[in-house]
């Protein structure tokens, strides 16, 4: 579906081959724009990606339907809107976002982008929207998650925005940074700590494609990802992993050229794997590291496994990205074990996320 509306288009956008094909240009633009935004609302470049490293993650799969537009604005690009559906069993939820860059907030674009985004989600039979998006520190009122834990700025313009548009704010993560160039010596510590407390574990580590040895456990892991990570009222499909999805998985950082290095704890008697921590970078190896699903499986939880593959990880990591100067990680603000964990290692918070859910009457 593509709308024009006043010197505005919502260009569907087209997934090219590769980033240097005729049909790319549209692509590259979209991902100049997202980086342009997440600087301006963050202030800094670590969320920045290269529309080459993007590609790989807007293919096409059997798991989820991602689409995409490209807002122009008389021709120029000015943001960005997506639509993610689950469709590996019969979802009825949707993830969407509606990126602009601030020069041209206030016209009505964003209401337009999510009128469409809203169309086109209800033609897929989707009744719950949900969203992530960072909302910047200012004074004034505050809004609170049922959660009870964190707030954010209510003034602030996506907050604003999504609460005009009857989305409620489900639950807050926290964006926290560890500054690698400092000293090693705490993690070295704790590591120490936790390989006591983890008497019957191992750690066993590996960069990406997952050996054939540990295809099984990982998979298993990933798909308890959605189950035994907290997640508010937000809602998420059940997700089956098996081989294929884990070499589907592999291959798109691979083909982004990010590296990815996962840590996990084996018990030693069954085999079984069963807590893993992921570090990913991506083609500049000098700019930040991103921490991305660590988890540890609720059967397995109070040996110290969580300190365990994070340390054991960021140890390892120093090696394998040495010139990286920090790594970003995100959490639930009520996840106090994890927090616990990473305000330990020395993981301080940079800033705040809201996570919006609306759910959609049968009218409109
Ligand atoms: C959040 C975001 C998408 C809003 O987009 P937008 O185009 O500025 O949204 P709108 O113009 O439709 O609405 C914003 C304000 O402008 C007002 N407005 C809308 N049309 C207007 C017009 N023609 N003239 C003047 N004001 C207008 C709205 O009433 C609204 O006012 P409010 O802040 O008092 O509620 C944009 O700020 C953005 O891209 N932020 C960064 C990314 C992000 O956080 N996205 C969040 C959700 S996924």
């Known amino acids: 579906m593509s709308i024009t509306l006043t010197g505005i288009e919502f260009r569907p956008m087209t997934i090219p081959e590769n980033i240097d094909a005729a049909d790319a240009a549209d692509f590259r633009a979209m991902a100049d724009v997202r980086n342009a935004i997440y600087r301006h609302v963050s202030g800094h470049d670590d969320h920045a990606m290269t529309?080459?490293?993007?590609?790989?993650?807007?293919?096409?799969?059997?798991?989820e339907r991602r689409m995409s537009w490209l807002v122009l604005e008389r021709g120029r690009p000015v943001g960005r809107l997506?639509?993610?559906?689950?469709?590996?069993?019969?979802?009825?939820?949707?993830?969407?976002?509606?990126?602009?860059?601030?020069?041209?907030?206030?016209?009505g674009i964003g209401t337009g982008?999510?009128?469409?985004?809203?169309?086109?989600?209800?033609?897929n039979g989707r009744s719950i929207l949900q969203s992530w998006t960072e909302h910047p520190d200012r004074p004034g009122p505050r809004l609170e998650p049922p959660t009870g834990f964190g707030s954010v700025p209510a003034d602030d313009p996506a907050a604003r925005f999504l609460t005009r548009h009857g989305f409620t704010l489900e639950q807050i993560e926290r964006c926290s940074a560890l500054d690698l160039r400092a000293s090693g010596d705490d993690v070295q510590r704790l590591l120490a700590?936790?390989?006591?407390?983890?008497?019957?574990?191992?750690v066993v580590q590996w960069v990406g494609p997952t050996p054939p040895e540990?295809?099984?456990?990982?998979?298993w892991?990933?798909?308890?990802?959605?189950?035994?990570?907290?997640?508010?009222?937000?809602?998420?499909?059940?997700?089956?992993?098996?081989?294929?999805?884990?070499?589907?998985?592999?291959?798109?950082?691979?083909?982004?050229?990010?590296?990815?290095?996962?840590?996990?704890?084996q018990h030693i008697g069954t085999g079984e794997l069963c807590a893993f921590n992921e570090l990913v970078i991506g083609v500049d190896r000098t700019l930040a590291s991103h921490q991305e699903d660590t988890l540890v499986l609720r059967e397995h939880?109070?040996?110290?496994?969580?300190?365990?593959?994070?340390?054991?990880?960021?140890?390892?990591?120093?090696?394998?990205?040495?010139?990286?100067?920090?790594?970003?990680?995100?959490?639930?603000?009520e996840n106090r074990p994890m927090l616990d964990i990473n305000e330990a290692i020395g993981f301080a918070p940079i800033s705040y996320e809201g996570a919006w859910k609306k759910v959609l009457s049968d009218g409109g």
């Open 214 to 219: 540990y295809v099984d456990g990982y998979a």
């Open 193 to 202: 700590a936790a390989r006591d407390a983890a008497e019957g574990y191992r």
């Open 113 to 123: 982008g999510l009128d469409l985004l809203e169309a086109v989600a209800r033609a």
């Open 221 to 265: 892991m990933k798909s308890r990802m959605v189950t035994d990570a907290p997640s508010a009222a937000m809602q998420f499909d059940e997700e089956r992993w098996d081989a294929a999805r884990v070499a589907l998985h592999d291959d798109r950082y691979l083909q982004a050229d990010q590296l990815v290095q996962v840590t996990a704890a």
């Open 51 to 63: 529309a080459a490293a993007l590609l790989p993650h807007y293919r096409p799969d059997e798991y």
């Open 301 to 333: 939880r109070g040996h110290r496994l969580g300190m365990l593959v994070k340390c054991a990880g960021l140890l390892t990591w120093r090696e394998v990205a040495p010139e990286s100067p920090r790594v970003i990680t995100f959490n639930a603000e």
């Open 82 to 107: 997506g639509l993610d559906l689950p469709i590996e069993s019969a979802s009825v939820v949707a993830f969407l976002l509606v990126e602009l860059l601030p020069e041209v907030w206030g016209h």
